[in-house]
T-cell receptor, first 115, second 115 residues
């Protein structure tokens, strides 16, 4: 099956700093990538949808100036958490979709801890 | 809006026991329905799917039938194994929505199978 990687797998940063998380599709072209946030023992919440070469579409309640998403190529999307605060600590998961519209392939996730 | 409700866990079973994880949904259009599985330390993987009413998805001994009349997509397996221990997510994708292909997830059910 298709493989999606995320880097880093975990990161600790200080409050006020910015953190960048990468999501890569390793063996297919991802025309659309999704970014999710998962709190402990809770479901995945979609944060934004990005199409290659276009601006991301953010879900209601997600601050676009805080969670910057870039999808500059068909194999790479990045999520930058700007001016991170402890409440941004969470598990961030990306998924990618190629030409099979209903099939999304998920990355292993990135654990962000803001101290 | 769209929503998915799963039975609360955690679920603990002995090996070879019968498994049922209930899932019901609310959607505005005619959704496709999915079960995803997340093994410890790994990303979500598609377990099975059904795209229209009365379809049965099946994979690795797991089955789920798309029941439009009861808006349900319950996951079943006749004989679970220790290796089935994971978190299971029910999800829907509503092509009638504005975010084409967007997945809405249930809260996840933790399954633990003991030898």
């Amino acid at each position: 099956g298709a493989v999606v990687s995320q880097h880093p797998s975990w990161v600790i940063c200080k409050s006020g700093t910015s953190v960048k998380i990468e999501c890569r599709s390793l063996d297919f072209q991802a025309t659309t990538m999704f970014w999710y946030r998962q709190f402990p023992k809770q479901s995945l919440m979609l944060m934004a949808t990005s199409n290659e070469g276009s601006k991301a579409t953010y879900e209601q309640g997600v601050e676009k100036d805080k969670f910057l998403i870039n999808h500059a190529s068909l194999t790479l999307s990045t999520l930058t958490v700007t001016s991170a605060h402890p409440e941004d600590s969470s598990f961030y998961i990306c998924s990618a979709r190629g030409d099979r519209i209903y099939e999304q392939y998920f990355g292993p996730g990135t654990r962000l801890t803001v101290t | 809006g769209d929503s998915v409700t799963q039975m609360e866990g955690p679920v603990t079973l002995s090996e070879e026991a019968f498994l049922t994880i209930n899932c019901t949904y609310t959607a505005t259009g005619y959704p496709s329905l999915f079960w995803y599985v997340q093994y410890p330390g790994e990303g979500l993987q598609l377990l099975l799917k059904a795209t229209k009413a009365d379809d049965k998805g099946s994979n690795k001994g797991f089955e789920a039938t798309y029941r439009k009349e009861t808006t349900s997509f319950h996951l079943e397996k006749g004989s679970v194994q220790v290796s089935d221990s994971a978190v299971y997510f029910c999800a829907l994708s509503d092509p009638g929505g504005t975010s084409y292909g967007k997945l809405t997830f249930g809260q996840g059910t933790i399954l633990t199978v003991h030898p």
